[in-house]
Protein backbone atom coordinates (compact mmCIF):
# COMPACT_ATOMS: atom_id res chain seq x y z
CA UNK A 1 0.00 0.00 0.00
CA UNK A 2 1.24 3.31 -1.02
CA UNK A 3 -0.20 6.44 0.64
CA UNK A 4 -0.13 9.36 -1.61
CA UNK A 5 -0.98 13.50 -0.90
CA UNK A 6 -1.27 15.50 -3.89
CA UNK A 7 -0.95 19.61 -3.19
CA UNK A 8 -0.25 22.50 -5.03
CA UNK A 9 -3.51 23.03 -6.24
CA UNK A 10 -5.35 26.83 -6.76
CA UNK A 11 -6.89 29.43 -8.94
CA UNK A 12 -5.31 31.11 -11.33
CA UNK A 13 -6.03 33.24 -14.84
CA UNK A 14 -5.50 31.23 -17.99
CA UNK A 15 -1.98 32.18 -19.25
CA UNK A 16 -0.32 31.60 -15.70
CA UNK A 17 1.84 28.79 -14.19
CA UNK A 18 1.09 26.37 -11.41
CA UNK A 19 3.26 23.63 -9.89
CA UNK A 20 1.23 20.41 -8.12
CA UNK A 21 3.53 18.17 -5.76
CA UNK A 22 2.92 14.54 -4.79
CA UNK A 23 4.31 13.12 -1.61
CA UNK A 24 4.34 9.22 -1.09
CA UNK A 25 4.97 7.00 1.26
CA UNK A 26 4.53 3.35 2.24
CA UNK A 27 5.81 0.69 0.32
CA UNK A 28 7.17 3.18 -2.46
CA UNK A 29 10.38 0.67 -3.71
CA UNK A 30 7.40 -1.69 -5.00
CA UNK A 31 7.04 1.46 -7.75
CA UNK A 32 7.23 0.82 -11.16
CA UNK A 33 5.45 4.42 -12.51
CA UNK A 34 3.25 6.83 -11.14
CA UNK A 35 0.82 9.53 -13.07
CA UNK A 36 -1.59 12.00 -12.86
CA UNK A 37 -5.06 12.27 -14.24
CA UNK A 38 -7.82 14.94 -13.98
CA UNK A 39 -11.25 14.39 -13.64
CA UNK A 40 -13.70 17.89 -14.51
CA UNK A 41 -17.19 18.06 -13.80
CA UNK A 42 -19.57 15.76 -15.63
CA UNK A 43 -16.69 14.21 -17.26
CA UNK A 44 -14.37 10.42 -17.13
CA UNK A 45 -11.63 10.86 -15.16
CA UNK A 46 -8.76 11.35 -17.63
CA UNK A 47 -4.87 10.40 -18.50
CA UNK A 48 -2.53 13.71 -18.07
CA UNK A 49 1.10 12.89 -17.81
CA UNK A 50 3.09 9.42 -16.41
CA UNK A 51 6.76 9.10 -15.89
CA UNK A 52 8.39 5.33 -14.75
CA UNK A 53 10.53 5.25 -11.88
CA UNK A 54 13.61 3.17 -13.17
CA UNK A 55 13.97 4.71 -16.01
CA UNK A 56 12.05 8.35 -16.17
CA UNK A 57 10.71 7.77 -19.48
CA UNK A 58 7.83 10.29 -19.72
CA UNK A 59 4.17 10.46 -21.48
CA UNK A 60 1.64 12.78 -22.06
CA UNK A 61 -1.85 13.27 -22.95
CA UNK A 62 -1.81 15.55 -26.84
CA UNK A 63 -3.78 18.28 -24.77
CA UNK A 64 -1.32 18.82 -22.22
CA UNK A 65 1.96 18.43 -24.58
CA UNK A 66 4.27 21.78 -24.84
CA UNK A 67 2.70 23.14 -21.76
CA UNK A 68 2.99 20.41 -18.81
CA UNK A 69 6.30 18.92 -17.60
CA UNK A 70 6.47 15.95 -15.33
CA UNK A 71 8.99 15.22 -12.87
CA UNK A 72 9.95 13.23 -10.00
CA UNK A 73 12.72 12.04 -7.23
CA UNK A 74 12.68 9.20 -4.83
CA UNK A 75 9.41 9.71 -3.78
CA UNK A 76 7.48 12.33 -4.78
CA UNK A 77 6.18 13.36 -8.27
CA UNK A 78 6.05 16.98 -9.57
CA UNK A 79 3.45 18.16 -12.52
CA UNK A 80 4.46 21.97 -13.64
CA UNK A 81 1.70 24.02 -15.33
CA UNK A 82 2.06 26.18 -17.66
CA UNK A 83 0.14 27.97 -20.08
CA UNK A 84 -3.13 27.49 -18.50
CA UNK A 85 -6.02 27.09 -20.32
CA UNK A 86 -9.72 27.43 -18.76
CA UNK A 87 -10.21 23.51 -20.00
CA UNK A 88 -7.37 22.39 -17.76
CA UNK A 89 -10.19 22.89 -14.93
CA UNK A 90 -10.40 19.89 -12.68
CA UNK A 91 -9.81 17.96 -10.25
CA UNK A 92 -5.55 16.92 -10.28
CA UNK A 93 -5.26 12.80 -8.94
CA UNK A 94 -1.67 11.52 -8.31
CA UNK A 95 -1.41 7.44 -9.11
CA UNK A 96 0.64 4.77 -8.24
CA UNK A 97 1.38 1.71 -10.64
CA UNK A 98 2.96 -1.34 -8.91
CA UNK A 99 3.82 -3.50 -11.62
CA UNK A 100 5.65 -3.59 -14.86
CA UNK A 101 3.25 -5.04 -16.86
CA UNK A 102 -1.30 -4.78 -17.40
CA UNK A 103 -2.85 -2.01 -18.71
CA UNK A 104 -1.58 1.01 -20.97
CA UNK A 105 0.14 3.92 -19.15
CA UNK A 106 -2.91 5.65 -19.62
CA UNK A 107 -5.08 3.68 -18.33
CA UNK A 108 -6.44 4.65 -15.18
CA UNK A 109 -7.13 0.61 -14.69
CA UNK A 110 -2.99 0.35 -14.40
CA UNK A 111 -2.89 2.26 -11.76
CA UNK A 112 -3.23 0.19 -7.81
CA UNK A 113 -3.39 3.66 -5.29
CA UNK A 114 -4.86 6.63 -6.01
CA UNK A 115 -4.53 10.26 -3.82
CA UNK A 116 -7.36 12.43 -2.60
CA UNK A 117 -6.89 15.33 -5.27
CA UNK A 118 -6.44 18.83 -5.71
CA UNK A 119 -8.43 21.04 -7.24
CA UNK A 120 -7.20 23.20 -10.12
CA UNK A 121 -9.09 25.76 -11.20
CA UNK A 122 -8.05 28.18 -14.62
CA UNK A 123 -10.45 31.33 -14.94
CA UNK A 124 -10.60 33.43 -18.34
Known amino acids: QVQLVESGGGLVQAGGSLRLSCAAS????????MGWFRQAPGKERGFVAA??????STFYADSVKGRFTISRDSDKMYLQMNSLKPEDTAVYYC???????????????????WGQGTQVTVSS
Open 51 to 56: ITWGGG
Open 95 to 113: AHARAPYGAGIGDLRRYDD
Open 26 to 33: GRTFVTYA
